[in-house]
């Protein structure tokens, strides 16, 4: 079972908002559907994000994949150490693996909580 102390997107994100700042990444199921990962592009500290569009991109050998954001604001912090450490993806996905920070504006109305979103995985395959 995935963590309950944060909140999925259907497309595969999770984020844990705390004080206003969320913590955004991808879950194991997107991980284990991209498989061999090579190259992960994450927005620079500043940058601004909205709910539902890309902010970055992830590519396996398989594909080049978006990542969409479940919540709007501002980039307050990337972890810039992830793109030398994609293996850290396959380790702790909702660890040391977590992408950006974003202090929220707003969030997705789509947001899932850890149940649902499990449904959901078993639902796609």
Not at 35 to 61: H, M, Q, R, T, Y
Request: proline share 5%.
């Amino acid at each position: 079972m995935r963590p309950n102390d944060r909140k999925y997107l259907k497309s595969h994100e999770w984020c844990k908002i705390e004080n206003g700042i969320a913590t955004i990444g991808i879950t194991d199921h997107a991980v284990a559907h991209l498989s061999d990962l090579v190259f992960l592009d994450l927005p620079n500290k500043g940058a601004s994000v909205k709910v539902g569009e890309s902010f970055g991109e992830i590519e396996s050998v398989k594909a080049v994949s978006s990542l969409y954001a479940p919540v709007s604001g501002e980039v307050v912090d990337a972890n810039r150490s992830l793109p030398d450490n994609l293996d850290w993806l396959s380790q702790e996905p909702f660890g040391k693996a977590w992408m950006i920070k974003v202090k929220v504006s707003s969030q997705s109305p789509d947001l899932l909580d850890a149940k649902t979103y499990e449904t959901h995985c078993q639902a796609e395959g």
